[in-house]
């Protein structure tokens, strides 16, 4: 998969999250654990993210 394309895609993936995270926050069903799991996971494609744009292109 090209960068560009696999960087959309976890911009894509990390906007799903936030928004899980806001739906989760509103509803008091959901536990503060399920909030913490997926802030772990919008933080660790962040993270991919970051370390996609950092490294060096490869031709």
Do not use: V
């Not at 696999?6 to 799903?16: F, N, T, V």
């Not at 926050?25 to 503060?32: C, G, N, V």
């Not at 909030?35 to 490294?55: N, P, Q, T």
């Amino acid at each position: 998969m090209p960068l560009e394309s696999h960087l959309a895609e976890l911009k894509r993936k990390h906007g799903e999250i936030e928004q899980e995270i806001d739906e989760a926050m509103t509803h008091p069903s959901a536990s503060d654990s399920e909030i913490a799991e997926l802030k772990r996971r919008k933080l660790a494609i962040k993270d991919e993210i970051f370390k996609m744009r950092a490294a060096p292109t490869r031709h």
